[in-house]
């Protein structure tokens, strides 16, 4: 669009997707406005027209348009299908970044441990996810210039992912009236080269990654007394299932179900334990619901995520 860089490997064709639904929207609406006005003016009052000899029905014209117009918007929908598909499938290489909305600012946990607020930095040509939550209401995550956009709600993680092409600074908005300073909830996203973006790691370091400080927390939370993780050496009376190799694999429940442990189900196992029960445990867990915050939630799932995986 006019003045917008498109920066993200989807930008192109989303513009070209809308571009053909407003072309096409248009020349139907211009067709049908259009023999309005046509009949209007010809069939006006003592026009001198005539208007005795009723025309017969032609099923063959009308069931032609007809199709011809369902193929032309069916087709656009296939195309939107396709492309929204792609837009929220990411890539298995993906670079997984952690966002926190609050009132009214922008959190932003790299996974090395790097930190900022309203800013993101991420390397051009790297398919990043951003998986995002919020402290209070909603809001919602936009950056025009990559085409991106997608709301952020407390009590849950979205995802989405994106590919930069073009290093730039692209501002970064919340979209979603969220109280007072709502408007000044925005941000910048910083698109560089791959030196540049190791630099910038190397300079924001907090010399502890995500996942260390996520295994200090496991321990302060008292976790590791039953799920032992990590040799931590722990494990009394309580019978816990191991959390190595829990994530992205295929867990067992009680009522008979089999979830994948992904960041959403670890994250639901820690605040609401009794929702989904693992198959063979007793539902002893006590729920860290309004204990643990979103910033301290994403370290643990960070943590639990580096045991690795079952497969
Ligand atoms: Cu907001």
């Not at 248009?26 to 406005?33: D, E, G, P, S």
């Not at 995802?159 to 009236?177: I, P």
């Not at 008979?256 to 693992?278: E, F």
Request: proline share 5%.
């Amino acid at each position: 669009m006019i003045g917008l860089p498109e920066a993200s490997s989807m930008a192109r064709e989303v513009d070209l997707l809308i571009a053909a639904l407003c072309v096409i929207t248009v020349a139907v609406l211009a067709l049908v406005f259009g023999l309005m006005l046509v009949y209007l003016v010809r069939y006006r009052e003592n026009s001198g027209v005539k208007r005795g000899e009723i025309a017969k029905k032609t099923f063959r014209f009308e069931i032609s348009w007809t199709t011809a117009t369902l193929l032309v918007f069916f087709g656009l929908f296939v195309w939107g299908t396709d492309l929204y598909d792609r837009m929220w499938s990411p890539p298995a290489n993906v670079l997984k970044i952690w966002v926190v909305g609050k009132q009214w600012m922008w959190k932003v946990e790299h996974p090395g441990g790097q930190r900022e607020i309203d800013a993101l930095h991420v390397p051009v040509g790297r398919p990043i996810e951003l998986v995002m939550t919020s402290e209070d209401v909603i809001h919602d995550f936009s950056v025009p210039a990559l085409r991106i956009k997608h709301d952020v709600l407390p009590g849950r993680y979205e995802a989405m992912w994106f590919n930069a092409e073009q290093t730039g600074t692209y501002r970064l908005y919340c979209t979603q009236l969220c109280g007072t300073d709502h408007s000044a909830m925005t941000g910048q996203v910083i698109v560089m080269t791959g030196p540049d973006y190791a630099r910038w790691l190397a300079t924001a370091s907090t010399g502890q990654t995500l996942a260390a400080e996520g295994r200090v927390l496991f321990m302060r939370y008292g976790c590791s007394g039953c799920h032992e993780a990590a040799g931590s050496g722990g494990g009394g009376t309580v019978r816990a299932p191991p959390l190595d190799g829990v994530y992205g694999s295929p867990v067992p429940l009680s009522d008979g179900t089999t979830v994948i442990a992904d960041d959403r189900y670890i994250r639901d196992s820690i605040l609401y334990p009794k929702l989904q029960v693992v198959a063979s445990y007793e539902p002893v867990m006590p729920s860290f619901n309004g204990v643990i915050t979103e910033s301290d939630l994403v370290r643990i799932v960070a943590f639990i995520e580096s045991l690795g995986s079952r497969h």
